[in-house]
């Protein structure tokens, strides 16, 4: 236990440069008293550690002295710094964890970075855009029975209906700001949002973690299915020079990596463009976003969708 408290004032001081005993005894959660203790045992070790008196007194290392006790190099610290996701960290129940962590990394950061310098050019905003913060009461409850490998018995609230469902936790993924967890639910392997589950128990028992899966793999392979899924049918349309340009703003990066485009224009300039859609009725409402830069040409299910919602959108607009 002293060992570790005498490394963490030592990668404190070394990050930091001066700190009082007062906030040194508050983060190792000890009395004033014991830090006066430890720093006369790392003086008595030879490390160059010196008093400052004066109301803004504390305690410093001698300038220059570096001693590498993390086992990073500097390049490494800084990656790893660029990194770390303290939000993120917290969801999990980590967040004291996460920031004793980070300070051992800034410690062997070199001065320049250790200033702060490096905090104030990078900054972590990884949730998506326009999303509301998710309720998360049970991810550190999650992420602890993925580590231990203890059943889940949970009340799960679909977009049909809430289900109760006995699931064996494989792993949690940060998807576009939003959490998930991947879990063996009898022979199948299903993907579940973390803040639609109710109610949660973590079973005391544990199960046998599958040697053969692997999350990184399977969750690419499930993305993939997933975007498939979502816009299982092909179209023709018309758009203009300017749809052509909005084709990367209005489509998923999936759906334009498939998208075939003609060499061939117009008159007009307008070219043919073949894209994957959803369902007819969610395909017509994604060629409106395009407006007036793009015709549907086909299939005649799609045609016949958009001028149902045009002739709508007339009667409620014009008046007809």
Request: aromatic residues 8%.
């Amino acid at each position: 236990m002293r060992a570790s408290r005498l490394l963490a004032i030592l990668t404190t001081l070394q990050a930091r440069g001066h700190v009082t005993a007062q906030a040194l005894a508050a983060e190792c959660e000890v009395s004033v008293r014991t830090i006066y203790r430890d720093v006369d045992a790392l003086s008595a070790a030879g490390i160059p550690i010196y008093s400052v008196q004066g109301s803004s007194g504390g305690y410093r290392l001698l300038d220059g002295y570096r001693v590498r006790l993390n086992g990073f190099s500097s390049t490494e610290a800084e990656a790893l710094f660029l990194a770390g996701l303290t939000r993120q960290a917290a969801d999990l129940g980590l967040a004291s964890v996460a920031a004793s962590a980070r300070t051992k990394f800034v410690a062997a950061l070199p001065e320049a970075l250790r200033s702060g310098s490096l905090r104030t050019r990078f900054h972590f905003d990884a949730p998506a855009w326009f999303a509301e913060p998710e309720v998360l009461e049970h991810l550190p409850s999650i992420a602890d029975a993925v580590w231990n490998q203890h059943p889940i018995n949970m009340q799960y609230e679909s977009r049909q209906r809430a289900q109760q469902r006995l699931v064996e936790p494989l792993g949690i993924v940060l998807k576009g700001g939003v959490w998930y967890l991947v879990a063996q639910v009898a022979s199948d392997v299903r993907t579940f949002r973390v803040s639609r589950i109710e109610k949660l128990t973590v079973l005391e028992t544990r199960f046998d973690y599958p040697k053969t899966f692997d999350l990184e793999s399977h969750w690419a392979e499930s993305t993939r299915r997933y975007e498939k899924d979502l816009h299982p049918n092909r179209a023709k349309i018309r758009l203009s020079p300017l749809g052509i340009e909005l084709m990367a703003e209005l489509l998923p990066p999936y759906v334009r990596k498939g998208a075939m485009i003609s060499e061939e224009t117009d008159a007009r300039g307008w070219r043919e463009v073949t894209i994957s859609v959803a369902a007819m009725p969610k395909a017509a409402l994604e060629m409106l976003r395009f407006g007036k830069e793009a015709e549907v040409i086909g299939p005649p299910e799609l045609r016949e969708e958009m001028s149902k919602v045009l002739q709508l959108l007339a009667q409620t607009y014009l008046g007809r």
